[in-house]
């Protein structure tokens, strides 16, 4: 059994797409997954399970979801290692003096992050922007709401990314550590 981080899109942001984290964790446990937890209150959960394509493991919440809610929600899933590598690869920790104002975008579409590197090329003034094989960051120091590359990068990507803060990065990768 491998841990597993899933990360769902525009959860609990606004009045709909509401689920409560015990309700989600019980619809993961359903789907037959183990030490199930969710960290905050906007779509984030580890789990233990088997190897799987990541995939086919984000299908079935997905559609599980749907079912019990009635909403689609873009799921994002990836064993903890690809997490812990994110973590450890991220290329804006030294100028990123604020975990709010620094995110990280994920996908599952390794393509639209190629795609994105020549966003990462331009000059954005006081923002950063960096993308690797796995991830994009976006350093917004006068704050996400006014990031001009966040904007940028997610009318590229539509509803295949979601962002999470630093700070909240890091309570997932933790999260995978509390036994």
């Not at 037959?32 to 088997?50: A, M, P, S």
């Not at 590598?85 to 920790?93: C, D, G, T």
């Not at 996908?107 to 994105?116: C, G, N, R, V």
């Amino acid at each position: 059994m491998i841990w597993h981080v899933a990360l769902l899109r525009g959860i609990n942001v606004g009045p709909s797409k509401r689920i409560a984290m015990n309700d989600l964790q019980a619809l993961v446990e359903r789907l037959g997954y183990e030490d199930v937890r969710t960290i905050l209150n906007t779509g984030n959960i580890v789990f233990r399970g088997k190897k799987a394509a990541e995939a086919t493991t984000a299908e079935r919440i997905r559609e599980a979801i749907e079912r019990r809610h009635g909403f689609v929600t873009h799921t994002i899933v990836m064993p903890g290692t690809e997490l812990d590598a994110i973590i450890r690869e991220a290329p804006l920790v030294s100028v990123a003096d604020n975990p709010s104002r620094h995110l990280v975008a994920f996908t599952m579409d390794k393509a639209l992050l190629a795609t994105a590197r020549k966003l990462a090329s331009q000059d954005w003034g006081v923002e950063r922007l960096a993308v690797t094989a796995r991830a994009a960051y976006v350093w917004s120091p006068k704050g996400v709401l006014a990031s001009q590359s966040l904007e940028a990068l997610s009318k590229l990507a539509k509803d295949t990314i979601t962002t999470r803060n630093w700070s909240t990065v890091l309570k997932i990768q933790a999260a995978m550590r509390d036994e």
